[in-house]
């Protein structure tokens, strides 16, 4: 199992442009997560999804949007970046539960807004 | 509101000591806690959890787990450390305000770096 993937690993971006984040999961998982880590603020979840078709927001939401058309994939978007949203994003994944299951987490895309 | 902290930026111990990182965590209920380890330029990794029971979690790596609950705690601990376990480690507790459902959401601290000098 590959687990967790994203794509890309690394990308530059000049302030206004779009890009699509994409995060594919072959282990089955109900839900799946968006998180950006920053610098002494730990992850911050951006958005998160309990099924195929359904998306929520979490703590940071402005700026990104998100889609879950199939089970496996989970992309997150920038409409038009900004230099705020430079940062590492991480996907991850989980079995639906009551919180009592881990999230396996994807190796990250770093992403800079010039 | 629901938080938790890392008290310490850095953590630095020699290879052999025991090590220690700390958490505390602010929570309505019963805490569900987590530790997450980051090795450079990757994701990170299920370390071990809290959920009910014994106070001593055991989890990967030799790492262990102290909940306390009178001192609303999480403590990390390992009994000898390596310079392999160098990495940036989190501590998570479960998130109980969602609107509806069960969603696994997790607060995330901000990271403890522990550094094993060889």
């Known amino acids: 199992n590959a687990g967790v993937t994203q794509t890309p690993k690394f990308r530059v971006l000049k302030t206004g442009q779009s890009m699509t984040l994409l995060c594919a999961q072959d282990m089955n998982h109900e839900y799946m997560y968006w998180y950006r880590q920053d610098p002494g603020m730990g992850l911050r979840l951006i958005h998160y999804s309990v099924g195929e078709g359904t998306t929520a927001k979490g703590e940071v939401p402005d700026g990104y949007n998100v889609s879950r058309l199939k089970k496996q994939n989970f992309l997150l978007g920038l409409e038009s970046a900004a230099p705020s949203q430079t940062s590492v994003y991480f996907c991850?994944?989980?079995?639906?539960?009551?919180?009592?299951?881990?999230?396996?987490f994807g190796p990250g895309t770093r992403l800079l807004v010039l | 509101a629901q938080s938790v902290a890392q008290p310490e930026d850095q953590v630095n111990v020699a290879e052999g000591n025991p090590l220690t990182v700390k958490c505390t965590y602010s929570v309505s209920g019963n805490p569900y806690l987590f530790w997450y380890v980051q090795y450079p330029n990757r994701g990170l990794q299920f370390l071990l959890k809290y959920i009910t029971g014994d106070n001593l979690v055991k989890g990967s790596y030799g790492f262990e787990a102290e909940f306390n609950k009178s001192q609303t705690s999480f403590h990390l601990k390992k009994p000898s450390a390596l310079v392999s376990d160098s990495a940036l480690y989190f501590c998570?507790?479960?998130?109980?305000?969602?609107?509806?459902?069960?969603?696994?959401?997790?607060?995330f601290g901000t990271g403890t770096l522990l550094a094993v000098q060889p």
């Open positions: 998570a507790v479960r998130d109980v305000h969602y609107s509806s459902g069960a969603t696994n959401k997790l607060i």
């Open positions: 991850a994944s989980s079995y639906p539960g009551t919180g009592t299951l881990p999230q396996y």
